[in-house]
């Protein structure tokens, strides 16, 4: 009987071993993985900070840069960025992190949807014609760069930092991240104005000679002409399509020209032209959000282009009755 104790307590002994053994070298995983993880995301936050401090210095400071040199540098960034939104998706995220993986993961795609923007209205911005709009546009999303800052600095990185406190892991903290470095100075129009009027062969003239001027030609809900006077009724049998034809009516060509449709004052779609040649017309197609009912009144807009002086014929009111 004491040897069978004796057996029986040694075997006991070695499970609590295994056990013990197990559960650390489960640990020691885990603590790997977390520290893997941080080391992963702090890596790419380094290099977005490397990237975005070259992206504003070439805003403030472009010197001797062409404006097909300065587009393409932007190209260049928007590119870099979209590795950036790759790598965070491609994370190996430990189960502790998934809600810090979610916020992360937010953040760059707001950085990469606003440097995409960005970088697309950017030789427009360096033209001579549609700058106003197009620099407009590029403040807008330095908004957008400003509020992943924010989330990051006040979700994603305490979330992680959270995570490898509550098991244990210091020194792998990740780092601060800010990609606009002066928001008060960068979601101002005026200041990135004043940065790409300085880029060689710019401009920022808002305006050329000669006569500007848009005219809509048509509108159509799936095929079926708008009048502009009396009611024309269309079937619903699908989602809404209008279809609005503008021309170019001016003597030179016009870049980044906005075409809206209002439906009873509510909320306002739109679709943009990249570019329209002198005498050439255009047809874009604006998908309603909803099906409307009954009659309603759809307000279509082309909005004038800088320089514009005879503006009628930019917008036409519609009485519509869908079945």
């Known amino acids: 009987m004491l040897r069978r104790g004796a057996a029986l307590a040694a075997g006991l002994l070695v499970l609590i071993l295994v056990v013990l053994g ?7 995983r885990k603590h790997r993985a977390l520290s893997d993880y941080a080391r992963n995301v702090t890596q790419i936050v ?24 300065f587009v393409a540098e932007v ?74 800052d924010v989330l990051y600095a006040e979700v994603a990185r305490p979330e992680i930092n959270g995570v490898l406190a509550d098991n244990g892991i210091e020194g792998d903290d990740v780092p601060k991240s800010v990609f606009v470095p002066d928001p008060t100075e960068w979601l101002d129009e005026s200041a990135i104005v004043a940065a790409l009027g300085s ?4 401009s920022t003239e808002s305006e050329v000679p000669g006569v500007h001027g848009l005219g809509l030609l048509g509108t159509s809900v799936n095929g079926t ?73 759809l307000e279509v807009e082309a909005e004038p282009v800088p320089g514009e002086e005879v503006s009628e014929n930019n917008e036409a009111s519609y009485t519509v009755v869908f079945e």
């Open 75 to 148: 190209n260049a960034d928007r590119s870099a960025m979209d590795g950036f939104v790759a790598r965070v998706d491609g994370l190996d995220t430990p189960g502790d992190m998934s809600n810090a993986q979610d916020s992360l993961e937010l953040v760059y795609e707001l950085r990469g949807s606003a440097m995409e923007e960005i970088a697309e209205q950017m030789s427009t911005a360096l033209g001579d014609v549609g700058s106003e709009k197009a620099t407009e546009k590029i403040a807008k999303q330095m908004s957008v760069l400003t509020a992943s």
């Open 199 to 202: 880029v060689s062969g710019s």
């Open 225 to 297: 002409e708008l009048a502009a006077e009396g009611t024309t009724s269309v079937t619903a049998e699908e989602t809404p399509e209008v279809e609005v034809t503008v021309q170019n009516q001016g003597e030179s060509t016009e870049n980044g020209i906005t075409v809206s449709v209002t439906v009873s004052g509510g909320e306002t779609l739109q679709q943009d032209i990249a570019s329209l040649e002198a005498g050439v017309e255009e047809t874009v197609t604006i998908p309603l959000a909803r099906t409307p009912k009954g009659e309603v009144t």
């Open 46 to 69: 380094d290099e977005t900070e490397q990237r975005s401090k070259a992206f504003f210095e070439k805003l403030e400071d472009p010197g001797s840069l062409s404006v097909t040199e």
């Open 22 to 28: 197990v559960r650390g070298c489960l640990n020691a």
